[in-house]
C-alpha cells in the first residue's frame, strides 16, 4: 500500500526538520553554481548560509516561467553538463519550452517518487502496465516508465499509438494499469465501445491520469466505462514531471511529495500568501534536485492545500484537483496552446486585427479549438469568396503553429465577448 511508508507517514515535525535541511542545502547549491540565483539573492541581500526556518521562504524570490525561458537551453542548470543525463522538457508546441536537465540521483529520486505515486494508485509488482502518454522531450511518460520499472511491474511502453491498435494490445497483453491523458483514456474508452469489445474481457483494474485538467464527472465516465479506479496525478517538467502529488485510493486530493516539494499557496495578484484551504497560485520549491532546482517556481496552476488527515495514512498534505490556470494557457489533447500564439498568426495576417477569441468544446471524446477571428466590417461583408480565401488563410497557418485542426469562424468585432470592457480570450465550454 505504501512504497516508501517511513516517508509518506512521517510526523509533520520531522517533516518540516527534512524540509528545512533540505532547503538549506538548496539554497547553498543555487547560490554557488546558477547566476540568476546568485543575483537575485544578492539584490535581496539574502545569505543562504543564515537561512534558519522555513518562515523565511517567503522572502526568497520567485522564480517564472519567463525567468527560465530567459536563459534558454542550459542557463539555469545547477551542475556541469557532464553530470546530466537526460534531458526533458516543459510541453508547448512551439516556441521555445523550459529545458529541464536530470543527474543520475535526480532520476533516482524521479523513479522513486513515481513510484509511490503508481503504488498509491494501486499498481504492484503484479501489474502489467500500459503507458500511453507520448515518450520523447514530454516528461510524462518516462516518469511513469521509471517508476513502474522500479516496483517491478511489467511495463508496455506503447506511447501513443492508433487507439485501435492500443485497445489491441491492452486486449491482448492483458493489461491491469493503464496510464495517459484523462482525454486519451476516453477516446480509447469510446474505441472498445465502437470496437464491441466487452469491457468486463479486458484486464484492467487501475487508471492513473494526469497532465491535463479533468473534472470528477469525467473520472466518473471514465471508472463507469474502463471498470476502473481512476486516480488524478500532478507534475510539472519545470519541477520534475509526474511525481509531484498524486492521489491515492481515496481519490481526495492528491498527496504532495513534501519531503521533496515544498509548496505554498499565494494570491494570484497580490502574491500575498493564502492560508490553507484556499484556492490560490501553487508555488514549489524544489528540495533535492540536484541538476534544476527552482526556488518558489510560479506554476500558474490553481489549487488549494488540504491539511485534513487522509484515511490512507499518508501524511502529506494532498492538493485539491487542480481546474485551472491563472494564464489562459490551454491544454487540449495534451498540447498546450497559448493564446498569444493565436494572436500572433493573426497578426501576421494583413487585414486581421487582433481580436479574437478561442472556444474550446468537448465533441463527443475529443475537445475542439475553435477560433473566432474578429474582422473589419469591410471584410466582412465584402464578397463571400474573398472571405472564405481568407479564413482559409488563417486556418492553414493555425494548424501550422498548432500542430492539430481547428476551425475559424469569421464574426464581427463588435460581437466578441467583453468582460469588464476587456476581450475574453479563451471560454472553455468542456464540463468540467
Ligand atoms: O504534464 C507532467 C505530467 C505528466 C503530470 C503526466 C502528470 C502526468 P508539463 O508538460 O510540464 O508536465 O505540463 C505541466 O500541466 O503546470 C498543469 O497546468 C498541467 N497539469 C499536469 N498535471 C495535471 C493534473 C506534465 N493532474 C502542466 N491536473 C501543469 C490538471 C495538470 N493539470
Redesign the pocket.
Known sequence: MYWEPEKECISREALQQLQLERLQATLVRVYMNVPFYRKKFDELGIDPDTFRSLEDLRKLPLTTKDDLRLSYPYGMFAVPMREVVRIQT??GTTGMPTVVGYTRNDIKTWSNLAARILVAGGVTQNDIVQIA?DYGL???AL??HYGAERIGASVIPISTVNTRRQVKIMQDFKTTALMCTPGYALSIAETIKEMDINVNSLSLKYGLF?????SEAIRNELQEKLKIIAT???????VM??GVAGECLERNGLHINEDHFLVEIVDPETLTPLPEGETGELIITTLTKEAFPVIRFR???LTSIISEPCKCGRTFYRMS??MG?TDD?I?IRGI?VFPSQIESVLFEIEGTEPHYQIIVERKGVMDELTVLVGVSESIFFDQVRKQKDFIERIRTKLIAELGFSVEVKPVEKKTLEIEHGKFRRVIDRRKM
Request: proline residues 6%.
Open positions: 516543459s510541453s502518454f514530454f516528461s510524462g516518469g511513469f494526469g497532465a491535463e485538467p479533468w488524478d496525478n500532478y507534475g510539472l517538467s519545470e514531471g509526474p506554476t500558474r496552476d484537483k487542480v490556470r494557457m491544454k498546450t
